[in-house]
């Protein structure tokens, strides 16, 4: 069987590296953060061998793949594993950690191309290089997805290659059909909108999951006392990695998100203002564990922002409250106040971009 080839399309691999600069993945050495030249990759092409071929109901469930909320969420995985291992253990740990999560802990697909077309063209599925030539790996135990993913890892990795696509079906088809509606409920939506961006249900199921349209903490039940509430189930444990969200008044309001999301186990934030996604991290793990490390801090701030040509720190400063007016403020300080209202935000001598 001959090696599977690239898709047809042009597509990224993994990481970030479409953005301005190339993110890499920090170390995390006290309370200062390295941050690595690009190792030599020791990831091989290797034959996909067996699994079983994609149905046309799986191969329907996405036509676009749209790049930064998807690898930012995996990139908030990566910095949490950033201090022990290298840039290709971390990318392996960190997809297997949000397949292992959405599949409840019990299983997980894995989505792996192989030279064979299983599903042709019709009215209803439009060829595109890499979804008919899909075999889908289930696994019950998370060391043998770990295993898988550093043997396959090349798919994930090769440039202009399919990694992006296979990745966010092997997500969707961990998480199952039946359960992606249950979480969902009544408000079913395409996980990727016709404009080619992610739906922030999509957004959660990879931080969190479940495909939830909720991120206040615990179940609030909505109705009247006279009748049976119905419940809107949000965030049932801590994050690991955190979410902040900021939009404004006409792109829909305040978004409710709970502690569980605003204090992650360790300082790493998936941030969403206005619909564009970045990510907020600090190296000293002390600063969700204790609030005194959160009186002046440094936040590192990397997006795929087109105006954003080198690295961004601001410093927050809670002992320094201010009143801003929020239609004014750049949108990065409008979020960083949902989770420390009031503080000073310094952009350090670089002009807001968002």
């Known amino acids: 069987m001959k090696e599977a080839t690239p898709g047809s399309r042009k597509r990224p691999s993994i990481f970030l590296e479409s953005a301005p600069f190339y993110v890499k993945p920090p170390k995390f050495i006290g309370e200062r953060v390295l941050y690595p030249t690009k190792p030599k990759t020791s990831v091989q092409k290797v034959p996909v061998l067996g699994g079983s071929p994609i149905s046309f109901e799986e191969a329907t469930v996405s036509k676009e793949e749209e790049e930064e909320g998807v690898r930012v969420c995996v990139f908030g995985f ?24 959405v599949g409840d802990r019990q299983r997980a697909v894995l989505c792996l191309t192989q030279d064979e077309v299983h599903v042709n063209d019709s009215g209803l599925y439009r060829a595109d290089g890499c979804t008919e030539r899909i075999h889908t790996f289930e696994f019950r135990k998370q060391d043998e997805l770990t295993f898988n993913l550093k043997k396959y890892l090349f798919e994930f990795m090769s440039e202009g290659g399919d990694g ?12 199952g059909f039946e359960k992606l509606k249950e979480d969902m409920g009544d408000e079913e939506v395409s996980l990727i909108q016709t404009n080619g961006a992610i739906h922030p249900v999509l957004a959660a199921l990879m931080l969190t999951g479940r495909a ?34 900021w939009r404004r008044e006409e792109e829909g309001g305040e978004v409710p998100v709970g502690s569980r999301l605003k204090t992650p186990s360790l300082p790493v934030w998936v941030t969403r203002c206005n619909e564009h996604y970045g990510i907020l991290f600090n190296p000293n793990r002390e600063l969700t564990r204790d609030y005194h490390a959160e009186n002046r801090f440094d936040l590192h ?39 420390w209202q009031g503080a000073d935000v310094n952009w350090n001598g670089t002009a807001p971009y968002v």
């Open 78 to 101: 990566i910095l949490l594993k950033a201090t022990a291992k290298s840039q290709e253990d971390c990318l392996v740990s960190a997809l297997s950690d949000i397949l292992w999560k």
């Open 164 to 175: 992006l696509l296979l990745f966010l079906y092997s997500v969707v088809l961990s998480r």
């Open 212 to 245: 939830s349209h909720y991120l206040h903490n615990g179940v609030i039940y909505e109705g009247s006392e006279s009748s049976m509430g119905k419940p809107r189930t949000g965030l049932i444990t801590r994050g690991e990695v955190g979410y902040l969200v």
């Open 301 to 339: 701030y990397y997006s795929s922002h087109a105006s954003q040509v080198d690295a961004t720190i601001v410093t927050i400063d809670t002992r320094s409250q201010t009143v801003k007016d929020e239609f004014h403020a750049p949108p990065l300080e409008n979020l960083v106040h949902t989770k």
